[in-house]
């Protein structure tokens, strides 16, 4: 999933000081379930918001509300209704989501309140890892399943580099060394063949915006 | 020959080979680079010039390295994956070429939060072994590595860093094949200070066959002080320092440490000019340049071949 974190408390009320009524919209999916923008943490930054505000001497009126994705256009227009009401809209949901709503509502200031952070996964409650950087060429079927782009901090395809200490990652002594653990992991698989040739020079697929369609929705686009 | 230079041609002619290091300023003194250079003139085969090594922004490798040459020693030119695309690289190889440069030296380079900038941005758009063979394909199939055609391409003797000291040490053996495989043409070893540790691995590249494919300089630096020891012991990534050696440089008294560092260098050099597989010694000794000249009379790699 999409994991992000809330963005510092002080960035937000900066972010709304010369508003007076907005709506902060949360988002069901990702943001929801890695515990950062749903309708919980919607209620929890609009109580802290109205109280710094109001202790300020300049009282805020929030309106709160939590769609079921951000990212889709069919659940954006569930605030057709309501957003001439308020002068700007703070979103919770991941970057992409927050882009949609600003598309969505191109007349009205969106501002974000978190800041999406990886795709990851969740290793207990509330904590998450870092997994995968999108790159668009996945090799997880030779590299025993670790992926080297996203743990690897040299984002290196034919390593382990000379750094590794202890089994860990020359920048911290607790970040374990992705392609220590690939060669373990590959040993234990008598696999070890598939790190042994040398990786060519990758064809990045991640360096301009991406568009995506699945191959059996061509035809619809076409038609437009 | 692949490069014609100098270091090549010792190493061609079956010479032990014995390399220098210098590391350039972090500003614009062309003089501080030359005052190094002078305690290394005739007293290598070639110099590493590193680049914005420990991550830390110094003078470009390129522009130290025309100034050795102007000052008739023979460049390395260091060239880490860290800083650049493939873009840059292929331009500063080219440029560097141009101006007299016949060799490099391919690295992955220490990550950025070690350096002056921590927060930058760190390229990594190739690898160090895919360095390489880009490297070798400028100059076998004088080709850019989009395919495209090479006017005069450049001819250089490819280099890269091994470490034997760093986990998993049965992996490190297969990085040197890799290595082989995308192309280098000698290899420049971490500090070695675990001498079992170094002989086992040199063992298995032997048994592997492949220092008939590759020249391999073992990598020396002389501990300088027992502070300095310590500090490669625990804070220097991938360097291995057995207690043995510092107890050793503890139990000779403060002020012949030095000394005793450079005997401890000279004894290993001994070792590497016998131990098959060992084409030579990079002499790596850090902010100590001028000592050079008395580690290489007492290391007795003196005088330096001519060819």
Same mark, same amino acid.
């Given at each position: 999933?999409? /994991?992000?974190?809330?963005?510092?408390?002080?960035?937000?009320?900066?972010?709304?000081?010369?508003?007076?009524?907005?709506?902060?919209?949360?988002?069901?999916?990702?943001?929801?379930?890695?515990?950062?923008?749903?309708?919980?943490?919607?209620?929890?930054?609009?109580?802290?918001?109205?109280?710094?505000?109001?202790?300020?001497?300049?009282?805020?009126?929030?309106?709160?509300?939590?769609?079921?994705?951000?990212?889709?256009?069919?659940?954006?227009?569930?605030?057709?209704?309501?957003?001439?009401?308020?002068?700007?809209?703070?979103?919770?949901?991941?970057?992409?989501?927050?882009?949609?709503?600003?598309?969505?509502?191109?007349?009205?200031?969106?501002?974000?309140?978190? =800041?999406?952070?990886?795709?990851?996964?969740?290793?207990? /409650?509330?904590?998450?890892?870092?997994?995968?950087?999108?790159?668009?060429?996945?090799?997880?079927?030779?590299?025993?399943?670790?992926?080297?782009?996203?743990?690897?901090?040299?984002? $290196?395809?034919?390593?382990?580099?000379?750094?590794?200490?202890?089994?860990?990652?020359?920048?911290?002594?607790?970040?374990?060394?992705?392609?220590?653990?690939?060669?373990?992991?590959?040993?234990?698989?008598?696999?070890?063949?598939?790190?042994?040739?040398?990786?060519?020079?990758?064809?990045?697929?991640?360096?301009?915006?991406?568009?995506?369609?699945?191959?059996?929705?061509?035809?619809?686009?076409?038609?437009? | 020959?692949?490069?014609?230079?100098?270091?090549?041609?010792?190493?061609?002619?079956?010479?032990?080979?014995?390399?220098?290091?210098?590391?350039?300023?972090?500003?614009?003194?062309?003089?501080?680079?030359?005052?190094?250079?002078?305690?290394?003139?005739?007293?290598?085969?070639?110099?590493?010039?590193? =680049?914005?090594?420990?991550? /830390?922004?110094?003078?470009?490798?390129?522009?130290?390295?025309?100034? $050795?040459?102007?000052?008739?020693?023979?460049?390395?030119?260091?060239?880490?994956?860290?800083?650049?695309?493939?873009?840059?690289?292929?331009?500063?190889?080219?440029?560097?070429?141009?101006?007299?440069?016949?060799?490099?030296?391919?690295?992955?380079?220490?990550?950025?939060?070690?350096?002056?900038?921590?927060?930058?941005?760190?390229?990594?758009?190739?690898?160090?072994?895919?360095?390489?063979?880009? /490297?070798?394909?400028?100059?076998?199939?004088?080709?850019?590595?989009?395919?495209?055609?090479?006017?005069?391409?450049?001819?250089?003797?490819?280099?890269?860093?091994?470490?034997?000291?760093?986990?998993?040490?049965?992996?490190?053996?297969?990085?040197?094949?890799?290595?082989?495989?995308?192309?280098?043409?000698?290899?420049?070893?971490?500090?070695?200070?675990?001498?079992?540790?170094?002989?086992?691995?040199?063992?298995?590249?032997?048994?592997?066959?492949?220092?008939?494919?590759?020249?391999? $300089?073992?990598?020396?630096?002389?501990?300088?002080?027992?502070?300095?020891?310590?500090?490669?012991?625990?804070?220097?990534?991938?360097?291995?320092?057995?207690?043995? $050696?510092?107890?050793?440089?503890?139990?000779?008294?403060?002020?012949?440490?030095?000394?005793?560092?450079?005997?401890?260098?000279?004894?290993?050099?001994?070792?590497?000019?016998?131990?098959?597989?060992?084409?030579?010694?990079?002499?790596?000794?850090?902010?100590?340049?001028?000592?050079?000249?008395?580690?290489?009379?007492?290391?007795?790699?003196?005088?330096?071949?001519?060819?």
């Amino acid at each position: 999933m999409i /994991v992000a974190k809330r963005k510092p408390f002080e960035e937000i009320k900066t972010m709304l000081k010369d508003y007076k009524k907005v709506l902060t919209v949360g988002c069901g999916t990702c943001v929801a379930v890695c515990l950062v923008g749903g309708e919980k943490e919607v209620g929890i930054l609009n109580a802290e918001l109205s109280m710094a505000r109001k202790i300020d001497g300049n009282p805020i009126d929030l309106g709160a509300t939590t769609l079921e994705r951000q990212c889709d256009m069919e659940f954006l227009d569930e605030l057709e209704n309501v957003v001439d009401e308020y002068e700007a809209l703070l979103s919770m949901a991941c970057g992409a989501g927050i882009q949609f709503l600003a598309e969505r509502y191109p007349n009205k200031p969106v501002l974000p309140a978190v =800041d999406t952070t990886f795709i990851g996964a969740n290793r207990d /409650v509330g904590w998450y890892e870092e997994k995968c950087r999108s790159c668009g060429s996945c090799v997880l079927g030779w590299t025993g399943g670790i992926c080297p782009v996203t743990m690897c901090a040299k984002g $290196l395809y034919n390593g382990p580099c000379g750094g590794t200490d202890d089994g860990n990652c020359e920048i911290h002594k607790d970040q374990p060394c992705a392609w220590f653990m690939i060669y373990e992991r590959l040993a234990a698989q008598g696999r070890l063949d598939l790190i042994m040739e040398f990786q060519p020079i990758t064809a990045w697929q991640n360096q301009k915006p991406r568009t995506l369609v699945q191959p059996g929705y061509e035809k619809r686009e076409e038609a437009g | 020959m692949k490069s014609g230079s100098n270091l090549e041609k010792v190493l061609e002619a079956g010479h032990f080979a014995f390399t220098g290091e210098l590391g350039p300023p972090r500003g614009t003194s062309a003089e501080e680079v030359r005052e190094k250079a002078q305690h290394l003139k005739g007293m290598v085969d070639m110099v590493n010039i590193t =680049d914005n090594q420990t991550a /830390v922004v110094r003078m470009s490798s390129w522009a130290a390295c025309l100034i $050795l040459i102007q000052e008739g020693l023979e460049p390395n030119f260091q060239m880490v994956c860290r800083d650049r695309n493939r873009l840059a690289m292929q331009a500063d190889i080219l440029g560097a070429y141009t101006h007299g440069v016949r060799n490099m030296l391919c690295l992955s380079g220490d990550h950025c939060m070690f350096g002056d900038h921590p927060d930058a941005m760190g390229v990594f758009d190739i690898d160090s072994i895919q360095l390489i063979n880009m /490297v070798k394909t400028m100059r076998d199939e004088g080709k850019f590595q989009s395919g495209g055609d090479i006017e005069d391409p450049p001819k250089i003797f490819i280099g890269a860093a091994a470490n034997p000291f760093a986990e998993p040490y049965e992996w490190r053996v297969h990085r040197l094949g890799k290595k082989i495989n995308a192309g280098v043409d000698f290899i420049q070893t971490q500090c070695i200070y675990n001498m079992d540790r170094f002989r086992k691995w040199v063992k298995q590249a032997n048994d592997m066959g492949l220092t008939e494919k590759v020249y391999i $300089l073992a990598g020396v630096t002389p501990m300088k002080n027992v502070g300095m020891a310590r500090y490669m012991q625990k804070k220097v990534p991938g360097i291995e320092v057995p207690e043995e $050696l510092i107890d050793r440089l503890k139990g000779v008294g403060k002020k012949k440490v030095a000394d005793e560092g450079i005997k401890i260098a000279c004894e290993q050099i001994e070792e590497f000019k016998e131990m098959k597989g060992v084409h030579g010694v990079h002499m790596m000794a850090i902010e100590w340049e001028h000592k050079v000249p008395e580690i290489a009379e007492r290391a007795k790699v003196l005088p330096r071949p001519k060819v």
